[in-house]
């Protein structure tokens, strides 16, 4: 049994490609989360922006590391999270100004990057609040009444 066979969960990581992730990914991997970015998937179309959101669909968790100086890109993987109603947590740098308003609500941690006890914390938290996510019953639909003779007037 390979160890990719463990995982029970994928993450996908927003981040610049400069950003140290080690400590991230190893917090990760303790958990059973596999966990990769735009970089590590290979391309299955022309359009970046579709291989993205490709990638942030197949995934359970999304995570966004937001740097002192963040790149828009950041923003609108996040935009493609948040329009697919996709889980996700933001790992914010202490150096970064205001969270945009649109963002306000959203789990977060203001945390290095580095700093591998506050990851572990963010990360347990966010995976207890998936574990709680109601999964809705699909309501069938109501079942009206023929039309009857009614039927030639529609």
Known sequence: MSNTDTFTMRAFIAAPADQELD???EELTKRNIQSYTAYDIAPATISLASN????????????????????PNLFFEIGIAH?????????ISPQYGHLPSDLAGTFYLRADPKNREAIGFALDQSLTR?????????KRPQEGMPLGDNAERF
């Not at 329009?83 to 790992?91: E, T």
């Not at 998936?130 to 699909?138: A, D, F, M, N, T």
Request: no cysteine; aromatic share 2%.
């Open 83 to 91: 329009a697919l109603k996709k889980p996700f947590l933001l790992l």
């Open 130 to 138: 998936l574990e709680k996510r109601v999964v809705r019953s699909q």
């Open 23 to 25: 400590v991230l990914k």
């Open 52 to 71: 993205i959101e490709h990638a942030i669909r197949e995934a359970d968790l999304i995570i966004a590391v937001i740097s002192a100086r963040a790149s």
